[in-house]
């Protein structure tokens, strides 16, 4: 399957210009802009850095550092000097911003000056503050490519899909990607003990519990434990802690949006709030024993899938001499082939001194992962898609 794929941010980009002398509504875009962690250019008119010599309309060119017409990644116009920007060459990402205050939503004059201005919508404060900051902190962030979601599940119990959670993620980060791990499962055993870091100061799920609307990419990212050159969201140690869907919606949401790679462990039962993490995944991986009964528990995991998950492939773990083939597995299962997880021995013994699945470079583990990330994000990248077939 395929993902969404827009152009990376361009150097500079991030700082909205505003375009007002009406010092209430300045003010209450500047708050927005400081809310989302954006420093605007401020103007009473278009920048004269934007006018090309000899042109009566505003050029593309901006001053230094960016704040011109052209070059801003966004332009919010007050409705008190939407006049002076007539002219103005056409250009996406132009709203024209008044006060709901005694304003007449039959005004035709306003609405023909924000057609003859470019501006793509007509927003009024503060009862469009909530998606206007959204707006800005997009912003912000980069409209970039977003993250590749792979999601990891146990087709038994047992199965390994946590080992192969943090070694895909610790693999990940080892080539350099943006990675961040997700720990899925609130009644497992906690990545961060997986990880040796149960003790690293940072926020765990139940910190994100209250999460409705947007969380800011880089406020996540930086507020998470950071072990093995990776951030992970996990489990802490306390009383269970309800997370509904919105706040996972939104966690999940800002850890795609810098791009890099996100990893989730999910757990088993497939209820709502798995269910929304499913959906916001590109590729979900189902580890499989290759014996009939771990193959017969998997069926009924596919089965709760189908439907709330768009990819699901098979990781087959290794086999002993007269056990199933790996093709079987998955003819049974009747799901792709993603590989064959091999057995790497020792691993008790690594996670006893604090070493996370994977860590060994030369280990058969270590070498799955890395070839799975080189044929997924390889073939992604070089034809500008998601997951390759």
């Known amino acids: 399957m395929s993902r969404e ?7 500079g980009a991030g700082r909205p210009l505003i375009i007002t002398e009406d010092p209430v509504l300045l ?54 000097v939407s006049g002076r920007v007539l002219g103005a060459p056409r250009r996406s990402g132009v709203f024209l911003v008044g006060r709901s205050e005694g304003r007449n939503p039959d005004d035709a004059a306003l609405w023909q000056r924000a057609v003859e201005i470019g501006a793509e919508q007509v927003i009024w404060l503060p009862d469009a503050e909530n998606w206007l ?32 959670a943090c070694a895909l993620a610790i693999s990940a980060a080892r080539s350099g990607e943006r990675t961040m791990l997700i720990d899925g499962d609130p009644f ?35 507020s998470l434990p950071e072990l093995h050159a990776l951030r992970l969201l996990s489990w802490d140690r306390g009383k269970r802690v309800l997370v509904p869907p919105a706040a996972v919606r939104s966690v999940l949401a800002a850890a795609r949006r810098r791009g890099g790679v996100v990893v989730v462990d999910l757990p088993r039962r497939v209820d709502e709030v798995a269910a929304e993490a499913l959906g916001q995944l590109d590729l979900v991986l189902m580890v499989v024993p290759v014996e009939l009964r771990s193959v017969a528990a998997a069926s009924r995991v596919a089965d709760a899938l189908d439907g709330v998950a768009r990819d699901v492939r098979v990781v087959v773990r290794a086999r002993l001499a007269g056990e199933l083939d790996p093709d079987e597995v998955a003819g049974l299962l009747r799901l792709p082939l993603a590989g064959e997880m091999p057995v790497e021995l ?40 998601g997951v390759p077939g």
């Open 5 to 11: 794929v827009s152009e990376w941010p361009v150097p």
């Open 27 to 80: 003010d209450d875009l500047l708050r927005l802009c400081a809310a989302a962690g954006a420093e605007p250019h401020v103007h009473h008119a278009v920048p004269e850095q934007s006018v090309a010599p000899g042109s009566s309309g505003a050029g593309g060119a901006g001053p230094p550092g960016g704040g011109g017409w052209g070059d801003a990644p966004l332009v919010l116009v007050g409705q008190d």
């Open 133 to 164: 900051a959204d707006r800005i902190a997009d912003v912000v962030e980069g409209a970039g490519r977003p993250a590749l979601a792979v999601g990891v599940i146990g087709g038994s119990g047992g199965a390994g899909a946590s080992t192969l």
């Open 188 to 222: 497992g055993g906690g990545l961060d003990v997986l990880l040796g870091g149960e003790g690293a100061e940072g926020l765990r799920w139940p910190d994100f519990a209250a999460s409705r609307g947007r969380v800011g990419a880089g406020a996540l990212e930086e």
């Open 346 to 385: 020792g691993v008790s013994e690594w996670l006893a001194r604090g070493e996370p699945p994977g860590t060994f470079v030369w280990g058969p583990l270590a070498r799955f992962c890395d070839g799975f990330w080189r044929r997924v994000l390889g073939a992604g990248q070089a034809a500008g898609q």
